[in-house]
Every structure is written in C-alpha cells, then in structure tokens.
C-alpha cells in the first residue's frame, strides 16, 4: 500500500496541491503540532484522515519526536511529506526516515535556510529566487535536492508579491516531486538526487515569465 503522510503547522496550500494532485497514493494521513492549523479543516473538507500532535504538550523536543514518530509509524508510509512544517525535528527522527522524509521550502537551496526567505532575498538584491523539494537530512534545509522553480525577482516586488509567486511554483514542483517518489524514480547517490524515467516536459528548468 503506498501511504503518504503529510506534516503541517498552519495554512497548509502546500498540502492542499498535494491533497489535490491525484497522486498514486492509497491512502493519505495529515498531522498537525498545532491544533489551530488551518489546513486541518482543509484536510477534513478533503475527506482526509487528520491527527494532531500538539508540541506544547510534551516536556522536550525528543518527547514530541517520538511521540509524532510513533502516530506516523502506525500510518506505514512509504513517504512522509513537510509541507509548512515549522519545528525543528531531531536527528534521530530524521534518521528514522532518512531517505523517506520531503520538504519544500521557499528558497532556492542552498541560498537562504532557515526562515525569512524572501525578505533576505530582496535585502541580498538577488535577481532570481524560488523554490525548492528536497529529501530532509539532519543539516537543516541541505538534503539531496529533488526539484527547484526559478522566478525573476522584479524591481518593485515586495516580501508580499515575491511570497505569492514562489507560492505558485511551490505547488506546482511539489506535487510532482512526490509523484516521482511515490513511482520509485527518485534514487539518491552522493547527495544528488537522479529522477529516472522522467519525461523532458517535466523536469525542464521552469522560469516563469513576468505574467506568471
Ligand atoms: C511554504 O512557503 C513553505 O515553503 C514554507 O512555509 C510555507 C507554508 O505554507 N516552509 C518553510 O519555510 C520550511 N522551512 P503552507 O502552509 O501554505 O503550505
């Protein structure tokens, strides 16, 4: 059975595009560590099974890892999907899903980790910004890269606007990201990730022109 599990903190758009990508999945599990995330209400509207996991409630980040550990594990999936998942996770969960653990993040990697992405990105005057899906190792935001999206920052962008655009592509590379693990055509040697089988159409380089 290919089950997916989804993490969220808040809004959750990225789990809505994966919800709605008619992914090769059998099943689909979101948890939340915030019971006020607004993206569980989406999930349920998506007749997904959901979970919450509130950290608040554990004396320690090991407790709650494990604790989360423990509800995913039930789940048996063959991926497990961060999608604005805003905790820090410990190594050793990370390395219990090494391999099977997926985030996307609001940058090109390894530019800008860690938060506040797109403000750093104006204040560095970068010329091109955008997204990036990559498998989670213990460094923070610098495991194998699977898929980016390039977008051209222009002249009177804001934090707004240039969030709003790498938003778009966020929910376009995504869902094929993880399309692609789930038909076993992602294969990791020396940190790079090699997409087998894939088709020209889907891995060119998408930059996006000003009307996108
Ligand atoms: C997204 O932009 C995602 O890339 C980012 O949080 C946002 C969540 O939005 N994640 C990170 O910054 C993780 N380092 P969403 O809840 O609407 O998907």
């Known amino acids: 059975m290919r089950s997916l599990v ?13 919800l709605e990508a008619n992914l090769p999945v059998d099943k689909i599990t979101v948890i939340s560590n915030n019971p006020n995330a607004s993206g569980l209400i989406i999930a349920q509207q998506h007749s997904v099974e959901t979970a919450v996991i509130d950290h608040r ?3 320690d ?13 039930t789940c048996k999936p063959k991926l497990i999907a961060l999608a604005g998942f805003m905790r820090i996770l410990s190594d ?33 005057g970068v010329k091109i910004h955008g997204c990036t899906v990559h498998f989670v190792t213990s460094q923070l935001d610098h ?3 699977v898929f980016q999206a390039a977008i051209p920052i222009l002249p009177d962008d804001t934090e707004k606007t240039l969030a709003s655009r790498v938003l778009k592509q ?13 038909l076993d055509q992602l294969k990791i040697l020396n940190h790079c990730v090699e997409v087998r089988k894939a088709s020209v159409n889907d891995i060119v380089l998408h930059s996006p022109g000003l009307q996108e």
């Open 6 to 18: 989804i993490l969220i903190s808040g809004r959750g758009s990225n789990m809505q595009a994966l």
């Open 143 to 145: 495991g194998p890269i």
């Open 57 to 59: 409630s554990f004396p």
């Open 170 to 182: 966020e929910h376009r590379i995504y869902p094929q990201a993880v399309r692609w693990f789930m």
């Open 92 to 124: 050793r969960f990370v390395q219990h899903y090494e391999g099977r653990l997926i985030n996307v993040h609001p940058s090109l990697l390894p530019a800008f980790t860690g938060l506040n992405t797109h403000s750093r990105a104006l204040q560095e």
């Open 61 to 73: 980040r090991e407790s709650f890892d494990a604790a989360l550990a423990e509800k995913i594990d």
